[in-house]
């Protein structure tokens, strides 16, 4: 996941959606938000310059002004967004013009948490519904899908779905 942070240059001011206690930036950014729902996890988060707790299946508008931030990033938790479409909506409207949001994730979830259709789909079946989230939602350029970890690497592999801001 750092790789590709910054490789796509998450720099400046970013917003981490559905955050916890790690944010997995090995370049820390000048500004970075971590929005979650567990206070006690995101008060650990040590790469975190500031935190607000929210629950974006209970409430998917985001609490920050219009263009507040230079890139997104939502890291092993697009599946289990109730309301994927509308966050995906607000977090354009939140990212200023050629903004990147970028959610990776792996094979892995909490069962009892990830939607129905992520559980039932294989992995490229997970990155074309999030392919689909961006395509749905307004606001973005047609995204980008890639297996960041080569088959066979050992652990648990590494997807990602990106798309820019227009």
């Given amino acids: 996941m750092g790789a590709l ?13 559905c955050a916890s206690w790690v944010s997995h930036f090995p370049t820390r950014p000048e500004r970075l938000v971590a929005l979650g729902m567990n206070e006690v996890e995101l008060a650990r988060n040590v790469d975190a310059t500031s935190w607000v707790v929210h629950d974006l ?26 309301r994927p479409l509308e966050v995906f909506d ?9 903004g ?24 490229e079946a997970h990155l074309a519904l999030v392919a689909e989230y961006f395509r ?14 080569p088959p066979g690497h050992p652990g648990d592999p590494l997807f990602a779905a990106w798309a820019t801001r227009r």
């Fill in 5 to 17: 942070y910054d490789e796509l240059g998450l720099t400046g001011t970013v917003l981490d959606v």
């Fill in 90 to 98: 607000d977090v354009a409207r939140v990212l200023r013009p050629g």
């Fill in 136 to 149: 749905r939602s307004r606001g973005w350029d047609p995204p980008v899908l890639s297996r960041r970890t």
């Fill in 100 to 123: 990147p949001f970028v959610c990776t994730f792996s094979n892995r979830c909490f069962p009892t948490k990830a939607i129905r259709g992520w559980l039932a789909t294989d992995d």
């Fill in 57 to 82: 299946n209970e409430d998917p508008r985001l609490p920050f002004p219009d263009s507040s931030f230079e890139a997104a990033a939502c890291c092993a938790s697009v599946d289990y967004l109730t």
